[in-house]
């Protein structure tokens, strides 16, 4: 039921520059500021980048994100293997009442 | 720092009503600034919104799960609660709930804060 497309997978070697696309439409990304969630095996989603490109307290400045009419992108430079997750971009959805839409989700895996 | 504990059965008889609860806990459910809302994520899949409730009794319910969702708040027990009627085995999965932020008015909303996550198994 996702509406927000990301790639199934995305390597790197440790250093490495990955980046990781969402694609939505007007009624998500192209109207609403998108988050960005990383999910260590395991664990519950941790938010990683709200309102398109801010970073809570304790995520690391080599997560980046970005927003540019109704596609997004987080970027991690100089990967690291703890890095190695699930990551899922988000938006609310303006379409019928309202609901929140989650990406289908990016497994990083650490070469 | 804020904490939310979701709380209920981890198996369910197909056909019946999957009820969970959330406690929040170094924080006020009653704040003006936030909703609080259920995610849920079925084994190995990704992640899909059920609904989300501000502490006055609002509320957003994912379309595809709306006839089958109530989502409900106790703020004398600072606690919201989900019920999900006639599961069946689809709904078998991880649910977890958070705090949602969300102002249409600036078109911002994200969950800064999950619970642990509880796994609920509907079985036959």
């Known amino acids: 039921q996702s509406v927000l497309t990301q790639p199934p997978s995305a390597s790197g070697t440790p250093g490495q520059r990955v980046t990781i696309s969402c694609s939505g439409s007007?009624?998500?990304?192209?109207?609403?500021?998108v988050s960005w969630y990383q999910q260590l095996p395991g664990a519950a989603p941790n938010l990683l980048i709200y309102?398109?490109?801010q970073r809570p307290s304790g995520v690391p400045d080599r997560f980046s994100g970005s927003k540019s009419g109704t596609s997004a992108s987080l970027t991690i430079s100089g990967l690291q293997s703890e890095d190695e997750a699930d990551y899922y971009c988000?938006?609310?959805?303006?379409?019928?009442?309202?609901?929140?839409?989650f990406g289908t989700g990016t497994k990083v895996t650490v070469l | 720092q804020l904490q939310l504990q979701e709380s209920g059965p981890g198996l369910v008889k197909s056909s019946e009503t999957l009820s969970l609860s959330c406690t929040v806990s170094?924080?006020?459910?009653?704040?003006?600034?936030?909703?609080w809302g259920w995610i849920r994520q079925p084994p190995g899949k990704g992640l899909e919104w059920i609904g989300t409730?501000?502490?006055?009794?609002?509320?957003y319910y994912n379309p595809s799960l709306k006839s089958r969702v109530t989502i409900s708040v106790d703020t004398s027990k600072n606690q919201f609660s989900l019920k999900l009627s006639s599961v069946t085995a689809a709904d078998t999965a991880i649910y977890y709930c958070?705090?949602?932020?969300?102002?249409?008015?600036?078109?911002?909303?994200?969950?800064?804060?999950w619970g642990q996550g509880t796994l609920v198994t509907v079985s036959s």
């Open positions: 007007s009624s998500n990304i192209g109207s609403n500021a």
């Open positions: 958070g705090r949602h932020y969300h102002d249409s008015t600036v078109y911002y909303s994200y969950f800064d804060y």
């Open positions: 170094g924080g006020s459910i009653s704040s003006s600034t936030y909703y």
């Open positions: 309102n398109n490109n």
């Open positions: 988000a938006a609310w959805d303006d379409s019928l009442n309202g609901l929140y839409v």
């Open positions: 409730i501000y502490y006055g009794g609002s509320t």
